[in-house]
Nanobody, 113 residues
Framework: QVHLVESGGGLVQPGGSLRLSCVAS?????MSWYRQAPGKERDVVAT????????DYAEAVRGRFTISGDSDRNTAYLQMNNLKPDDTAVYYC?????????WGQGTQVTVSS
C-alpha cells in the first residue's frame, strides 16, 4: 500500500500562483498530477519521471505549470503560474507501483476573482 499526501491548494485570483506538494510513502518511477473539475472526467496534468527528471504536460497547462521532484523525499511539486478560472478543480497526485494505481485524497484549487 502506497500512501500519498497532497497539500498546497487554495483560493487564488486569476493570474496568481500556487504550489502543490505530494509526498509518497515509498519510491515510484513516476509521479503524476491529475485534476477533476465538477461534472468532468479526471485528466492528467503533468508527469515527472523520477530517474532523469523528464516531464510531460497536458497542452492546457504547458508553459504555465512546472512539475518537479525530490527523489530523496519521494516528493513531487506542481508550480502553477498564471492561473485561470478553467484551472479550478480538485488536484490529485498519483503513482503506479507494482501494478497498482494509488491516489491521494486531493486538494482543491479555486481560481476566482
Amino acid at each position: 500500500q502506497v500512501h500519498l499526501v497532497e497539500s498546497g491548494g487554495g483560493l487564488v485570483q486569476p493570474g496568481g500562483s500556487l504550489r502543490l506538494s505530494c509526498v509518497a510513502s515509498e519510491f515510484a518511477d513516476a509521479m503524476s498530477w491529475y485534476r477533476q473539475a465538477p461534472g468532468k472526467e479526471r485528466d492528467v496534468v503533468a508527469t515527472i519521471f523520477t530517474i532523469g527528471g523528464s516531464a510531460d504536460y497536458a497542452e492546457a497547462v504547458r508553459g504555465r505549470f512546472t512539475i518537479s521532484g525530490d527523489s530523496d523525499r519521494n516528493t513531487a511539486y506542481l508550480q502553477m503560474n498564471n492561473l485561470k478560472p478553467d484551472d479550478t478543480a480538485v488536484y490529485y497526485c498519483s503513482v503506479f507501483v507494482r501494478g497498482v494505481d494509488y491516489w491521494g485524497q486531493g486538494t482543491q484549487v479555486t481560481v476566482s476573482s
